[in-house]
């Protein structure tokens, strides 16, 4: 324990030393090194490209537990290439990106960027170097090594993971920052941009961005960057809803902030001026095209953004203007989107007004590639090219023949641009292949090297089945992977939910190891898909709750109903009081009781919906004096979670919903998974003390087909529940080491709750109607 805290301080001194640091080929700086004194920000004559980027102002990592720092050591989130290439990269942000994504007040991150002692945050840093890097080619090979938008994101999102950052408006334009990664059309995960959209949403909401209430004690210069930050988080929520057929996150009825003015873009302060009008007008403009909604207003409100158009903005190739043509390419998308909505039932007026905005695209992109200008502009350019050459192909079948012989010419142009395109981005070539067929959707993808695709309308319909939902929240590997595999192989519709997500096609092998890494919700889906079930993938947070709430939403949206809840997601930490540290402890209560509490919450009104028929599973243990030993603060929240449990039920019992019911369950010999690979690789034979998790999906499975009145408020044991309810005798199946008695760590008995005057609650006080009586 002494060395362990020695350890601490020793690392505490070393963060308090070091400022960021800019890498070069010969000189490096990470917090492995042995302390030493940091220099200021020197240039070394041998190289322009060597340079320390260091400060009195420390980088701050003393509110993370040493094992979050290690992770972001060996995540290198600390490390930025040379300063000469930081300066590009900044560069390029702010010319070709900020007026997409206008979050950032440029004036005084400059002014923190230029001044060694007071660096800007790290994490916003990075996240700026990450959306540069796909725009800036010169940089992907350097001194330094391959720049690429994937080792920034990397770096940002393990900084953002880590809690590294304080500041709600940093970690908020970050976040922003991080929606603009896209690793291909098919990113709909953790590393996708629908993610870092929604969770923008979800922390701009609770701090009360989209309230006009909570601008009011702000400094003018937050005031702005918050406006910009709210109505860029709105333009992404409508653009992706649009893009991906997802539904919208932000109700326009509960947004109460006031509109953009050209007065938001002031940079430093009131007597300034804007910095870049034409920047300013093309936002604002982009902001009016979200506000629409239905095809018959959307259709209306387009004529009507046409007319209002400001002369700086409005595009002719004779004229171009970068900004105005991104500005009308997002115009004429919107147009074809509108056709492909009403074909093939549309008039001929309608297919010609579709043609010309298709060709329009076509020739704003074809005027972008002419003038070195296609490679900056923002990845939902790709979007625009595919919907155009959609809406083309479309019409190859018109009834209108003078159209044919211009539609091939398109057509041809359009993929010339994505072939242009494809260099520059995954994604594009992605859709390039689509585009002319190269990539068959009907086909089986291979197992190591096809992609993740969104289910096609066929199979959105398949899965609104009429078997029962079940939503397992922490389910990506280990036992929460076998629960949801076990229920659908057994007639359940599984969402597939946990915080980590992959590319499940490109996973090799595939099946992964359950019990690694390579395990994710997206891996858990194709595995049940690929054996013939209904599964959905839906990342999630516990610790958010209003991702929690968003998770419970969405599962209901896709698959029509929700009948069983199992809460599986738990952090763990087994030491004593003394060796765990506050903010572990922190870690394990928003992950075990308020996670479970928040996805109770969440769902409650559904199952009210049902009638009050629903079964919720947490994974919990009974309750008794040993288990607390050498592990106080696990247990702490472990045992709430019980709580709950007993008194949930008891809740149900009380309002007559005799068709609910809560049980926890907990192993009573351990089961194999990630937590005890450590041992065993260790010691191989700590195998024989094993089972598989068969046997703990196997007795959820038990309580669920039994009835309610005999589960429910139960805190069962899975041997013991199967043995008793189920007429199981025979465990040897589920020895991991076939032959095996595994050591049973749990008591054969366990206490009585329940008291004599367990009915006798006397005048039950109820905090709501109390409250109500006040109001």
């Not at 704003?364 to 625009?384: A, V």
């Not at 969104?454 to 990506?476: D, F, Y």
């Not at 076990?486 to 019990?515: C, E, I, Q, R």
């Amino acid at each position: 324990m002494d060395a362990r805290n020695d350890a601490r301080e020793w690392e505490k001194e070393r963060h308090e030393q070091q400022g960021l640091q800019f890498q070069n080929d010969s000189v490096s700086w990470d917090f492995r090194e042995s302390p030493q004194s940091v220099p200021s920000m020197t240039r070394f004559a041998n190289s322009s490209t060597e340079h320390e980027y260091a400060s009195k102002s420390p980088i701050l990592v003393d509110h993370l537990d040493p094992l979050d720092v290690d992770i972001l050591n060996q995540r290198h989130a600390f490390d930025l290439p040379s300063q000469a290439v930081c300066d590009v990269l900044v560069d390029v942000f702010f010319k070709w990106i900020a007026p997409v994504l206008p979050v950032i007040n440029r004036h005084d991150f400059m002014r923190r960027y230029r001044n060694p002692q007071d660096p800007p945050s790290i994490l916003l840093l990075q996240a700026v170097l990450m959306v540069a890097s796909r725009f800036h080619h010169d940089a992907q090979s350097t001194g330094n090594g391959v720049i690429s938008p994937r080792i920034f994101y990397k770096k940002v999102k393990a900084l953002y993971d880590a809690g590294y950052e304080g500041d709600p408006t940093t970690v908020l334009q970050a976040v922003v920052l991080l929606g603009v990664y896209w690793d291909g059309p098919d990113d709909l995960t953790e590393s996708g941009i629908f993610y870092w959209s929604r969770l923008g949403i979800a922390l701009a909401q609770e701090h009360g961005l989209h309230q006009s209430e909570s601008y009011v004690t702000l400094s003018a210069t937050k005031r702005r960057v918050w406006k910009r930050i709210w109505w860029t988080l709105y333009t992404r929520d409508r653009s992706v809803a649009a893009a991906f057929g997802r539904p919208l996150h932000i109700n326009s009825e509960d947004c109460t902030v006031e509109d953009l003015r050209e007065s938001d873009f002031i940079e430093y302060d009131e007597n300034d001026s804007v910095t870049d009008r034409t920047a300013a007008l093309f936002f604002m403009q982009s902001t009016e095209d979200s506000r629409m909604k239905g095809a018959a207003q959307c259709e209306l409100g387009l004529n009507d953004w046409l007319v209002s158009c400001p002369s700086e903005l409005q595009w002719r190739q004779s004229r171009h203007n970068f900004w105005s043509a991104i500005l009308y390419s997002t115009f004429y998308t919107i147009v074809c989107q509108l056709h492909l909505l009403q074909t093939p039932d549309s008039s001929k007026e309608a297919q010609s007004s579709a043609f010309h905005a298709a060709t329009s695209i076509v020739s704003i992109l074809e005027t972008l590639q002419s003038r070195g200008e296609l490679k900056y502009t923002p990845s939902f350019i790709i979007c625009h090219a595919v919907v155009s050459f959609v809406t083309l192909r479309s019409q190859m079948e018109a009834s209108i023949p003078s159209l044919l012989h211009a539609i091939r010419q398109n057509l041809e142009a359009n993929l010339d641009m994505l072939q242009f395109e494809r260099k520059l981005s995954v994604a594009a070539e992605k859709c390039r292949k689509r585009a002319r067929g190269e990539e068959n959707d009907d086909s089986t993808p291979s197992r190591s090297s096809a992609r993740f695709k969104r289910p096609k309308a066929t199979e959105r319909h398949k899965m609104t089945s009429n078997n029962p939902v079940a939503l397992v929240v922490g389910a990506s590997r280990g036992i929460g992977r076998q629960i949801a595999i076990d229920l659908a192989k057994n007639g359940y519709k599984v969402v597939v939910a946990a915080k980590t997500t992959s590319d499940a096609y490109a996973t090799v092998p595939f099946p992964p190891d359950p019990n690694s890494s390579q395990s994710t919700i997206n891996t858990v889906e194709r595995e049940i898909k690929e054996s013939g079930g209904e599964a959905f993938a839906l990342p999630v947070d516990v610790r958010d709750v209003k991702q929690v709430e968003n998770l419970v939403h969405e599962a209901v949206r896709l698959a029509g109903r929700l009948d069983v809840l199992v809460y599986n997601s738990g952090a763990i930490w087994w030491s004593s009081v003394a060796n765990t540290p506050t903010k572990r402890f922190q870690l394990m209560q928003r992950v075990n009781p308020e996670g479970l509490y928040a996805s109770v919450q969440a769902a409650l009104p559904y199952f009210e919906k049902n009638g009050w028929k629903g079964r919720i599973i947490v994974v919990s243990p009974p309750i008794y004096s040993r288990f607390f030993r050498g592990k106080t603060a696990y247990a702490m929240g472990k045992v709430g979670m019980s709580v709950l449990t007993k008194g949930l039920a008891m809740d149900f019992v009380r309002q007559g919903a005799k068709d609910m019911a809560i049980t926890s369950i907990w192993p009573a010999v351990s089961i194999e998974s990630a937590a005890t690979e450590a041992t065993t690789n260790e010691d191989p034979s700590r195998k024989a003390d094993l089972r598989k998790p068969t046997i703990f999906s196997d007795a959820i499975l038990g309580i669920l087909n039994n009835p309610t009145d005999i589960v429910n408020g139960q805190l069962v044991l899975d041997e013991d529940f199967l043995r008793d309810h189920c007429g199981v005798s025979d465990f040897s199946k589920y020895a991991v080491v076939p032959g095996s008695q595994p050591r049973r760590i749990m008591p054969k008995e366990l206490p009585v709750l329940e008291v004599a005057e367990q009915d006798d609650e006397g005048m039950r006080v109820d905090s709501t109607k109390l409250r109500k009586a006040k109001l």
